[in-house]
């Protein structure tokens, strides 16, 4: 399967048709991570993807990148370069001390660093480089990485979008990896797509191989179904009674009711221990249906309370019931801590998205799941 990294800068995100676009691109191309350069924002599918920040800087993020499935890892710098060349100076010490701390580790460097490093990345040319270019060019020696093999459009900025005239073009997004990239991911490349609602081309990192392929789901041959004895056999086999099965590494005591797996049996109760603590009506208690009463109960549904409480009982039976998909048919699983921390990351995504009036007790909620507010809306805390 294939990894996808992209970067583009996106003047003007506020933006509905442009948030609406973006969200458009990350899904036509499948994305597992995607910064969109707007001094900067990043997001990822933390199903594919784990990243950790080691530093932000006015011109660049510096993070480690884990690909979950393969636990591919490598060194990442988003770039949003000033127009300043004199900022831009302080942005190349950056990355050459990123480098030292890289080591011989795999690096990519993406984004938009508002200079070319040659003449011929400008539509109009030029007779000789100026001191701007040369201390790019100087600063890219020092990292020692080059731009990965890729394709797409050659000028990824436009003078003008709207103007199909424009001729002044140039090379100001890249993608850049330093040998050991290289080496490890052998079968990447760039591409760098058409503009459409930015003055930039987005700019995409294609891994091949760096996630490994799904199993193939089941298939049944249907000359089987023609074998004499088929069906008493498949009944034989049926009706046998069962007295275990792999689900049971997480939960061996009971048969498998919904009641006994979400709440019941040891992990789950483990899991519901510390997420019933953020809960503001429901308690340790309460199994599946008395808390599914306390959400239908109209008299407190405007309640933020409720609403969180809703989160957190949908967010903890999803989970669960995913690590006993898991479990049951990759015989792979996670610890308590990790589906805790997959929940709380679901729940806390969510209360980001919701408007809430300011009040003590909202306040109060918020702080538990470390937000803050402005304008009632809820934000990360720094």
Not at 127 to 152: L, P, R, T, Y
Not at 225 to 236: A, P, R
Not at 275 to 295: D, E, P, W
Not at 347 to 371: E, M, P
Request: positive net charge; glycine residues 4%; contains cysteine.
């Amino acid at each position: 399967m294939e990894f996808k990294f992209s970067v583009w800068n996106i003047r003007g995100m506020s933006n509905e048709f442009k948030q609406n676009e973006a969200v458009k691109f990350i899904r036509d191309e499948k994305l597992q991570y995607s910064p969109l350069s707007c001094r900067v924002v990043f997001g990822w599918n933390p199903y594919y993807v784990k990243v950790m920040v080691v530093n932000m800087t006015a011109q660049s993020i510096m993070c480690t990148v884990e690909l979950v499935q393969s636990k591919f890892k490598f060194y990442c710098s988003i770039v949003y370069a000033s127009n300043s060349g004199s900022e831009r100076r302080i942005l190349w010490d950056d990355l050459i001390l990123y480098k030292q701390a890289v080591g011989n580790n795999p690096w990519v460097i993406m984004g938009d660093f508002n200079v070319t490093l040659d003449i011929s990345e400008h539509s109009a040319g030029g007779s000789h480089n100026n001191m701007d270019m040369n201390e790019f060019k100087e600063a890219v020696n020092k990292m020692e990485v080059d731009d990965i093999c890729s394709s797409g459009f050659h000028f990824t900025w436009t003078k003008s979008l709207k103007n199909p005239n424009c001729n002044t073009l140039k090379k100001l997004d890249r993608i850049l990896v330093n040998e050991e990239f290289i080496n490890k991911f052998q079968n990447a490349y760039g591409v760098f797509l058409p503009y459409t609602i930015s003055d930039h081309s987005p700019s995409v990192l294609i891994i091949k191989d760096g996630m490994p392929k799904k199993q193939r789901s089941f298939r049944f041959s249907n000359f089987i179904y023609d074998k004499e004895g088929f069906l008493e056999t498949v009944k034989k086999e049926w009706d046998q009674e069962i007295h275990g099965c792999h689900m049971y590494s997480l939960c061996n005591t009971r048969s498998d009711s919904h009641e006994h797996l979400f709440f019941q049996c040891s992990f789950a109760n483990k899991v519901w221990e510390v997420m019933v603590q953020n809960a503001s009506f429901m308690n340790k208690n309460h199994g599946l249906l008395t808390s599914c009463r306390y959400i239908a109960n109209k008299q407190i549904k405007n309640n933020f309370g409720w609403t969180v409480d809703k989160l957190i009982l949908a967010a903890s039976v999803y989970f669960i019931w995913q690590e006993r998909n898991r479990r049951l048919f990759t015989r792979d699983g996670r610890n308590v801590d990790s589906v805790i921390c997959c929940i709380k990351d679901s729940v806390k995504t969510r209360l980001l998205a919701l408007k809430v009036k300011k009040s003590t007790k909202a306040q109060r909620i918020a702080s538990k799941w470390g937000l803050k507010w402005s304008n009632n809306e809820m934000f990360e805390a720094c």
